[in-house]
Nanobody, 114 residues
Framework: QVHIVESGGGLVQPGGSLRLSCAAS????????MRWYRQAPGKERELVAA????????IYANSVKGRFTISRDNAKNTVYLQMNSLNSEDTAVYYC???????WGQGTQVTVSS
């Protein structure tokens, strides 16, 4: 059974950093494209970053380029999202998923506020 658990969210001040983790079970993460999405209150879910199985290709939303870094540790079956220089517009629930399965985790809340 495919299962995804996001963690690492929290309350951070503007300019701060957080690292989100996405732990997968029920499938071998190393063979799949992995994506991070976010959904802010009253807004549609948007793609934040994606990484191919080997990590050779990465894309970012324009709004996070230069501030966020997606990475993966296939040995740990985990994907990460390092978020730096956070601002209030980054406040959202963050989710990870692979397009191979129609499975979403519960998400992790990120709140950027002073």
């Amino acid at each position: 059974q495919v299962h995804i658990v996001e963690s690492g969210g929290g309350l951070v001040q503007p300019g701060g950093s957080l690292r989100l983790s996405c732990a997968a079970s029920g499938f071998t993460l190393s063979t799949y494209v992995m994506r991070w999405y976010r959904q802010a209150p009253g807004k549609e879910r948007e793609l934040v970053a994606a990484i191919t199985s080997a990590g050779s290709s990465i894309i970012y939303a324009n709004s996070v380029k230069g501030r966020f870094t997606i990475s993966r540790d296939n040995a740990k079956n985990t994907v990460y999202l390092q978020m730096n220089s956070l601002n209030s517009e980054d406040t959202a629930v963050y989710y990870c998923m692979t397009p191979a399965f129609a499975t979403w985790g519960q998400g992790t809340q990120v709140t950027v506020s002073s």
